[in-house]
Each structure stands twice: as structure tokens, then as C-alpha cells.
């Protein structure tokens, strides 16, 4: 049985990686209703992806989720008739703007938009929407800073998308190059 749904699994993940050629998808991950994630191009999903998708997740082209990155589109109904909680689920879309990066740990709940050009920090648990090109941290999640907007648009305005340009073969791939140590 265990060899049928491995077959199975490799069959699907292949058809899934033929309609979407440029998202990077790690393995492990858990996606229940795969049919309601709907991605744009150039996009990274870090291994350890958990996504509960009972309704749409969007994420835009650009964006990058690190590891073990959580995503909730349902929440159980604590005020319903059973305790602790109901048989009854609370459906709200997720949408992640476009060139968004999410870093590892990160949780995000029901309902929650992300702006693009967004920062979601390292262990951050998102429970309400992100204003575009802020950087976010803290459970639950609150703005740090933002981004500075005019670089965000001439970058975004000449196309300088790190997994387009990652794909193209057009950065840096030696680990040493890529490794620069803060001054402290």
C-alpha cells in the first residue's frame, strides 16, 4: 500500500511541477486541497511547508517562504455547540502580495493578507493583515519598520526578482561570494 501512494504522490507532484515550472517546492510539505493554492511565477516554498488550505491561498510571483512556513485558511468554532470546540470550521482566504519574504517558523492565520514587498521575520505568528513593504516580527507579528519604497519600486521596475534572476543563472553561486559577515 505504502509503494501505491508514493506512485501516486510522484505522479501528481510531477504534473503539479509541469504547470508550474518555476516554483521550487522542498520537500517535505503538507498541502491538504492542493487546488485551492493558487501561486504566481517565481516563487520558493521552503521543506517543511504546512498549509491546512480548507480556503484560497494566494501568494504572488516573487515571493519566498522559508522553512517549515505554516499556513491556516480555517480555524475551529470554540463558541459553538461542543466543547472545546465544534465539528463546524471558520473559512478565510490567505493572500500574500507579490516579492514578499517570509522567513522560517513563520505561521500565518485565517484571513490574514500580506502587502507586497513585505518582511515576515523568522518564528513571526501573523494574525492580522501586513501593510505593504513593512517588515513584521513577534507573535503576534507587529510592524518593525518598513522598506524603503523607492528602492522596493525601481528593483521591482526593472524586473530584479532574486528567483527569476536565480533561474537565469544570473546570481551569485559560490557560497564563499555569497557569505558576507557583519561588522559588528
Avoid at 480548507?54 to 463558541?79: A, F, V
Wanted: charged share 25%; proline share 4%; aromatic share 8%.
Amino acid at each position: 500500500m505504502r509503494l501505491l501512494e508514493n506512485i501516486k504522490f510522484r505522479f501528481r507532484h510531477r504534473k503539479w511541477q509541469r504547470q508550474h515550472p518555476t516554483v521550487e517546492l522542498h520537500q517535505p510539505f503538507t498541502i491538504l486541497n492542493m487546488g485551492n493554492l493558487e501561486l504566481g511565477e517565481h516563487i520558493y516554498i521552503g521543506p517543511g511547508a504546512w498549509f491546512i488550505l480548507r480556503g484560497r491561498c494566494t501568494i504572488g510571483r516573487g515571493t519566498i517562504l522559508g522553512p517549515r512556513c505554516k499556513i491556516h485558511t480555517s480555524n475551529h468554532r470554540y463558541e459553538g455547540t461542543m466543547l472545546p470546540y465544534d465539528a463546524i470550521y471558520e473559512v478565510k482566504d490567505v493572500h500574500i502580495g507579490e516579492n514578499v519574504w517570509i522567513g522560517a517558523d513563520v505561521s500565518i492565520m485565517p484571513g490574514v493578507t500580506i502587502g507586497e514587498g513585505a518582511v515576515v521575520a523568522a518564528c513571526a505568528c501573523v494574525t492580522k493583515d501586513v501593510p505593504a513593504c513593512a517588515v513584521v516580527g513577534g507573535n503576534p507579528a507587529r510592524v518593525l519598520k518598513y522598506r524603503d519604497r523607492e528602492r522596493y519600486d525601481t528593483l521591482k521596475a526593472s524586473d530584479s526578482i532574486y528567483l527569476k534572476l536565480k533561474q537565469q543563472g544570473v546570481t551569485l553561486l559560490d557560497e564563499k561570494q555569497r557569505s558576507q559577515k557583519q561588522a559588528q
